[in-house]
């Protein structure tokens, strides 16, 4: 699942907040924060890029909003999220030329596709292999998907066959996922 990073102040901590169908609007209050409003109208959109996917967002700009992406103005009206985008809303400037982010007339967000492990019951209608164990998950059953970018690891994750926690990493190829349930998000906008 698709999510942001926002803050209500320039010195604030960050928080982060899922998305989720059909889109949002980014609006920039009088305090300088971002609020993320479901299905508002506003000159800034965060909408799905494709149906089925949840980690696939577009931005959508109006052509009176000056906003920047990754410290670069947006000049065309839609751009494609990748994980840990920073996305840049300016207030509205005097005309002319305005080649990069002011310092303190705006706010920032950051998009992210990072996932948190979950246990939930294996969807679908046909038994997967545990990575683990390599026995057969079946639909219904408890199990954990790893959140790693690219690591398409199932593992049980029951009373009986806790094969996620079993070990400090995801059992997939090459893996370095740690497998704690409370672990949280490997990367927020603190890192920077």
């Known amino acids: 699942m698709a999510l942001t990073w926002l803050r209500d102040a320039e010195a604030g901590p960050w928080r982060w907040q899922p998305l989720a169908a059909p889109g949002y609007?980014?609006?920039?209050?009088?305090?300088?924060a971002i609020m993320l409003l479901a299905d508002g109208a506003a000159d800034v959109q965060?909408?799905?890029?494709?149906?089925?996917?949840?980690?696939?967002?577009?931005?959508?700009?109006?052509?009176?909003?000056?906003?920047?992406?990754?410290?670069?103005?947006l000049l065309v009206g839609v751009?494609?999220?990748?994980?840990?985008d920073?996305?840049?809303?300016?207030?509205?400037?005097?005309?002319?030329?305005?080649?990069a982010p002011p310092a303190d007339a705006g706010a920032r967000f950051y998009?992210?596709?990072?996932?948190?492990?979950?246990?939930?019951p294996l969807p679908g209608d046909k038994p997967i292999t545990c990575a683990r164990c390599t026995a057969d998950i079946v639909p219904g059953?408890?199990?954990?998907h790893c959140p790693s970018h690219g690591c398409p690891a199932w593992h049980h994750q029951t009373a009986d066959?806790?094969?996620?926690?079993?070990?400090?990493?995801c059992a997939g190829h090459g893996c370095a996922?740690?497998?704690?349930?409370?672990v949280g998000f490997r990367w927020t906008p603190g890192d920077l």
Do not use: I
């Not at 931005?59 to 103005?73: D, K, Q, Y």
């Not at 998009?111 to 948190?116: A, K, P, V």
């Not at 996922?177 to 409370?182: E, I």
């Open 25 to 32: 609007s980014c609006v920039l209050g009088a305090d300088g």
């Open 46 to 73: 965060l909408r799905p890029a494709q149906a089925g996917r949840s980690d696939a967002w577009v931005l959508l700009v109006a052509p009176s909003a000056r906003v920047f992406v990754n410290g670069e103005l």
């Open 79 to 84: 751009h494609k999220l990748q994980d840990r």
């Open 86 to 99: 920073e996305v840049y809303l300016s207030r509205p400037a005097a005309p002319g030329p305005h080649p």
């Open 111 to 120: 998009f992210s596709t990072e996932r948190l492990a979950e246990v939930v």
């Open 141 to 144: 059953m408890l199990a954990v």
């Open 161 to 169: 066959l806790p094969c996620w926690t079993y070990a400090e990493h």
């Open 177 to 182: 996922q740690p497998t704690a349930l409370d």
